[in-house]
């Protein structure tokens, strides 16, 4: 059973290589070729600055930036866990510290999408002079980010007392 989970994690490790390389690469062909845009595509103020055309399109590059290294951070740290686990590392230290990063990176994700709601605000307000706040809290986002932090704090207690049961023995 061990074995198996180590090529599974191999396989999704991998996974998770190549779909992150084709997002990476089909949003630059899809702008470029077919002049469509796929960075923020759910924020209607997002969408209608770019309609305005290449004005205000470097600013919301710009605002987007944050959005890309944290999701470069998180594929990272996931490659990482993955790798840990290909190691048969399931409850070591290394994969404990993995799985803390990616709970504070999903943390970090919900104020910096409200702190880009704000961008995106301000960047309709130097278009309209006209300020349109559009700040969405995901509960949803919040009842996950809850879930994550319950395992690892449960993950972490079991490790504890495995520890305490062999120190026992």
């Given at each position: 059973?061990?074995?198996k989970i180590q090529v599974l994690s191999t396989r999704l490790r991998w996974a998770i290589v190549v779909i992150s390389l084709i997002a990476i690469t089909s949003l630059p062909i899809i702008y470029f070729f077919y002049d469509i845009n796929g960075f923020?595509?759910?924020n209607?103020?997002?969408?209608?600055l770019w309609g305005l055309g290449d004005q205000f399109r470097p600013m919301l590059f710009l605002g987007q930036l944050p959005t890309f290294v944290l999701s470069g951070l998180f594929i990272y740290w996931l490659w990482r866990l993955f790798g840990q686990y290909a190691k048969g590392?399931?409850?070591?230290?290394?994969?404990d510290r993995c799985y803390l990063?990616?709970?504070?990176?999903?943390g970090v994700s919900i104020p910096l999408g409200m702190l880009e709601s704000l961008w995106l605000s301000y960047l309709s307000y130097v278009h309209d002079n006209e300020?349109?706040?559009?700040?969405?809290?995901?509960?949803?986002?919040?009842?996950?980010?809850?879930?994550?932090?319950?395992?690892?704090?449960i993950l972490r207690a079991?490790?504890?007392?495995?520890?305490?049961?062999k120190e026992f023995v």
């Open positions: 059973m061990n074995y923020n595509s759910s209607p103020v997002f969408q209608e590392d399931y409850f070591g230290k290394e994969s990063w990616l709970v504070w990176l999903y300020f349109t706040l559009f700040l969405a809290l995901d509960i949803g986002r919040l009842f996950t980010l809850f879930v994550l932090v319950s395992v690892l704090y079991a490790k504890q007392i495995d520890q305490e049961n």
